[in-house]
C-alpha cells in the first residue's frame, strides 16, 4: 500500500472515527440512564467496552494480515457504524452490552490496523510524522466531539448524536473503499535513496535516505522487546487512564473548579496534541533516537500531573494541559514508529496487536487501583500514583534504550 498517497485518507478516517468516540463519550451514560437501568448493569456495559479493548488487539492483527490494511480498516469501521446504529434503536440491555463489547473491539482493532499500515508502509525515515499526522488528527476529534454533541443534546434528543456518529463512520468506510492498494513496493523517498535500494528488493525500501540510513541493532531478543514495549505502553495507559477518570473529581473537589473550567482542561490538552503531533513526529524521525523522545513526553505528561498538584490557577493548569498534550504527542508518535522500525514486516501488525491489547489491560486495573488508593487516602494520593507509573514507564524505557544503538552512515 502507498502510505503517502492514502495517508489524506487515513487522516480522515482517524478524525472522524475518534471525533465520533469522543461525541458519544459524555452523553452514553445519560442516554443508557434514560432506560431505567440498575446502577449495576450499567456498569456492566460500561465495562464490557474495556474489555472488547483488551480481547480485539489479536483477532485485528490476524485479519490486517489476511484481508490487507484497505479492507480491514471498512471491517472495523463498518462493525463501529452498526454499533452507532444499533444504541440508537436498542432497548434491552443485553443488546446494549453485546454492542459496547463489539464496539470496543472496534476501537482496538481500528488502532492496530491504522498503525500497522503506518509500520508496513513507512520507513525510518518517515514514521515518526506520518504517526504524528494520525496523532493530530485524533486530537482534533478530541475537541470537536464533545462540542458538537453537546450543542446537539441541548436541541434535540439524545439518540440523534448517536445517529450522527453512525454517520460519520459510514463517511469513514467511503474514505477506506477509496484508499489505493499495490502489489509493488512504495518509491523511494528520494533520488539517492532510489539509487542505493535499486535491485535489492522490497526490503530496501524501508532504508532512510543515505545522509541519514538509520541502522538499528538491539541486544533484545523479540520476546523481551514485545514484553518491553508492552510494559511501557501498559504504564503510559493505565496513567491515561487515572487521569481521565478522575481528573474531573479532582478539579471538582480539590481545586473547586466548576464544569466548563474542566472541560476546557480537556480541550487544551487536545489543542495542543494537534497542534504539536506532525511537529513532533518529524523531530522524531530526525534525532532517529525515539525511545529518548518518548521518555521526553512522559517527562512532559508527569509536568502536567505536578503542575495540577502543586497549584489550581486555571492558568497554570492550562499551561500545564499544554505541556501534556505535547508530551502525549512525543510519546505515541515516537512509540509506534520505534516498533516499526524494530519489529520485522512479517510479525510487525501481531506485535502491535499484543502490546495494544495488553495496554488496555491497564485502562481497567489502574483506576481501581487508584479507587482503592481514594478510599484509603485522597484524591490527592490517586495523582501520586500517577506520578509513580510515569517514572516507572520512563525508567523502562532508559533501560530498553541502552540496549539499543543507532549507527548513523
Not at 446504529?85 to 476501537?107: D, I, K, M, P, Y
Not at 490517586?382 to 539499543?404: C, D, K, T
Request: glycine residues 12%; contains cysteine.
Amino acid at each position: 500500500m502507498d502510505i503517502r498517497r492514502n495517508l489524506p485518507l487515513l487522516i480522515t478516517i482517524c478524525f472522524l472515527s475518534q471525533m465520533g468516540g469522543f461525541m458519544i463519550l459524555p452523553l452514553f451514560p445519560l442516554f443508557i440512564e434514560e432506560f431505567g437501568l440498575s446502577g449495576w448493569m450499567m456498569g456492566v456495559i460500561f465495562a464490557l467496552f474495556y474489555v472488547g479493548k483488551v480481547i480485539g488487539g489479536i483477532p485485528a492483527a490476524a485479519i490486517y494480515k489476511k484481508l490487507g490494511g484497505k479492507r480491514a480498516l471498512i471491517l472495523m469501521l463498518l462493525l463501529l457504524a452498526v454499533c452507532m446504529g444499533g444504541f440508537a434503536v436498542s432497548t434491552a440491555a443485553v443488546l446494549f452490552g453485546l454492542l459496547r463489547l463489539l464496539q470496543g473491539l472496534a476501537s482496538t482493532g481500528l488502532t492496530v490496523v491504522v498503525r500497522s499500515i503506518i509500520g508496513d508502509g513507512g520507513n525510518a525515515d518517515n514514521r515518526g510524522l506520518y504517526n504524528g499526522y494520525i496523532s493530530s488528527s485524533e486530537g482534533g476529534g478530541m475537541v470537536l466531539g464533545p462540542v458538537i454533541s453537546g450543542w446537539l443534546a441541548l436541541h434535540w434528543p439524545l439518540l440523534v448524536p448517536f445517529l450522527l456518529v453512525t454517520l460519520c463512520c459510514l463517511m469513514a468506510v467511503v474514505a477506506a473503499m477509496g484508499m489505493k492498494t499495490t502489489t509493488t513496493p512504495p518509491l523511494p523517498s528520494s533520488t539517492s535513496d532510489a539509487l542505493h535500494t535499486q535491485g535489492t528488493g522490497i526490503s530496501q525500501s524501508n532504508q532512510a535516505p543515505d545522509s541519514i540510513t538509520i541502522s538499528p541493532t538491539t541486544e533484545l531478543s523479540q520476546l523481551q522487546q514485545l514484553l518491553g514495549y508492552g510494559t511501557v505502553h501498559f504504564l503510559e495507559m493505565s496513567a491515561y487512564a487515572v487521569f481521565l477518570t478522575y481528573f474531573a473529581l479532582y478539579a471538582a473537589h480539590i481545586m473547586h473548579w466548576d464544569p466548563f473550567a474542566t472541560s476546557l482542561a480537556f480541550t487544551v490538552s487536545g489543542i495542543s496534541t494537534l497542534a504539536a503531533a506532525p511537529f513532533v513526529g518529524y523531530l522524531s524521525d530526525r534525532m532517529g533516537d525515539r525511545l529518548l523522545l518518548c521518555m521526553l513526553g512522559m517527562f512532559l505528561i508527569g509536568i502536567e500531573v505536578a503542575v495540577f498538584l502543586s497549584t489550581s490557577s486555571h492558568l497554570w493548569v492550562y499551561v500545564g494541559m499544554l505541556i501534556g498534550g505535547v508530551g502525549g504527542a512525543c510519546y505515541m508518535d515516537s512509540f509506534f514508529a520505534h516498533v516499526g522500525d524494530h519489529i520485522p514486516d512479517e510479525s510487525r501488525s501481531s506485535v502491535i496487536g499484543k502490546i495494544v491489547s495488553a495496554a488496555e489491560i491497564g485502562s481497567i486495573v489502574s483506576p481501581l487501583v487508584a479507587a482503592l488508593l481514594m478510599e484509603v487516602g485522597s484524591l490527592y494520593s490517586v495523582f501520586v500514583f500517577n506520578l509513580v507509573l510515569i517514572a516507572v514507564a520512563i525508567a523502562v524505557q532508559g533501560v530498553m534504550r541502552s540496549r539499543y544503538k543507532t549507527r548513523r552512515v
